[in-house]
């Protein structure tokens, strides 16, 4: 059975930091391209970052480059999302999906996705 979770959400002030976490059963991440995704109440979903089978990473949007970190541990079959100088506007459910074979922002061309964590900043 194929499955990826994330985890690590959870309520969080302005300023402060949450690592995600998106672990993989079933199957080996290593043959895949990892996504970040989030979607806020009423917004469309965007994409956050990617990281490639070789370890590179991208960044989609100005406005969360220098905040967030995307990393695997192909070891642990896991792919991790650090959020730091968090603000209210990046709350929202955030989904981690895998693509053969490259990253891309297109979220029809992912394989596989998690369900989601809720990330809410707030005061």
Do not use: H
Not at 92 to 110: D, P
């Amino acid at each position: 059975q194929l499955q990826l979770v994330e985890s690590g959400g959870g309520l969080v002030q302005p300023g402060g930091s949450l690592r995600l976490s998106c672990g993989a059963s079933g199957f080996t991440l290593d043959y895949y391209a990892i996504g970040w995704f989030r979607q806020a109440p009423g917004k469309e979903r965007e994409a956050v970052s990617c990281i490639s089978r070789s370890g590179v990473s991208i960044d989609y949007a100005d406005s969360m480059k220098g905040r967030f970190t995307i990393s695997r541990d192909n070891a642990k079959n896991t792919v991790y999302l650090q959020m730091n100088s968090l603000k209210p506007e990046d709350s929202a459910i955030y989904s981690c999906a895998v693509r053969l074979y490259a990253c891309s922002r297109r979220i029809s061309e992912y394989d596989y996705w998690g369900q989601g964590t809720q990330v809410t900043v707030s005061s």
